[in-house]
């Protein structure tokens, strides 16, 4: 258990559904990031929230809406997908930014774009 | 643009058999050198980071090195516990918000 709980651990969606998607941290740290993991590619940062204020933002598509409601909470909304967004979608928080400390992260949400 | 590349991308080894997992990178003034071991699914587990080339940490059978060019990480009579993928990251003075990740070395230790 490493303090970063994600929900739900997977997901099927068609494409012209709406879904969110949850993280919560109870390490007390004050960013949160959202990473797209694909088979074989890297981990790509997606978003980062420091003290609940977006400071960072990849050139994500905007079917990607993400939320930072409290330090503790990270939402990250979707909408109308595609297929090629299926993917597993990690959450970590770290103590801050830069991140020259550890990253914790959650155990990811596996999602299936159909 | 920093970069991060890893290799072998697979690699299997007898129980007991060391070996070394490679991590080259180029970006602009490195601020630290990150290894996470990750378990088919999970998230990554943080194991080292390293900020300065000459620079060493162990942990059990793990042993991370850095130069000013790679990170070698070092297994030492590997058991088949330790079988996972293993992703290096490097946070550079250019990208200080963001880590640059490797596409990892996925490790399967036979019994």
């Known amino acids: 258990e490493t303090g970063v709980t994600q929900t739900p651990r997977h997901l099927v969606m068609g494409m012209t559904n709406k879904k969110s998607l949850k993280c919560e941290q109870h390490l007390g740290h004050n960013a949160m990031y959202w990473y797209k993991q694909s088979a074989k590619k890297p981990l790509e940062l997606m978003f980062v929230?420091?003290?609940?204020?977006?400071?960072e933002n990849n050139s994500v598509p905007s079917r990607f809406s993400p939320e930072c409601p409290n330090s503790s909470h990270l939402f990250l909304h979707l909408h109308t997908l595609q297929p090629e967004d299926s993917a597993l979608y990690l959450c970590?928080?770290?103590?801050?930014?830069?991140?020259?400390?550890?990253?914790?992260f959650g155990s990811g949400t596996q999602l299936s774009v159909l | 643009e920093d970069q991060v590349t890893q290799s072998p991308e697979a690699l299997r080894l007898q129980e007991g058999e060391s070996s070394s997992l490679n991590c080259s990178y180029t970006v602009s003034g490195l601020r630290g050198l990150f290894w996470y071991r990750q378990d088919p699914g999970k998230g990554p587990e943080f194991l080292f980071t390293?900020?300065?080339a000459g620079e060493e940490k162990e942990k059990e059978r793990l042993k991370a090195t850095l130069t000013k060019k790679e990170s070698f990480l070092h297994i030492t009579a590997p058991k088949p516990e330790d079988s996972a993928t293993y992703l290096c990251?490097?946070?550079?003075?250019?990208?200080?918000?963001?880590?640059?990740f490797g596409s990892g070395t996925q490790l399967t230790v036979l019994p």
């Open positions: 929230y420091s003290l609940e204020e977006r400071v």
């Open positions: 390293l900020y300065s």
């Open positions: 970590a928080s770290g103590a801050g930014i830069p991140a020259r400390e550890k990253l914790f």
């Open positions: 990251a490097a946070i550079s003075s250019g990208s200080a918000r963001q880590l640059t």
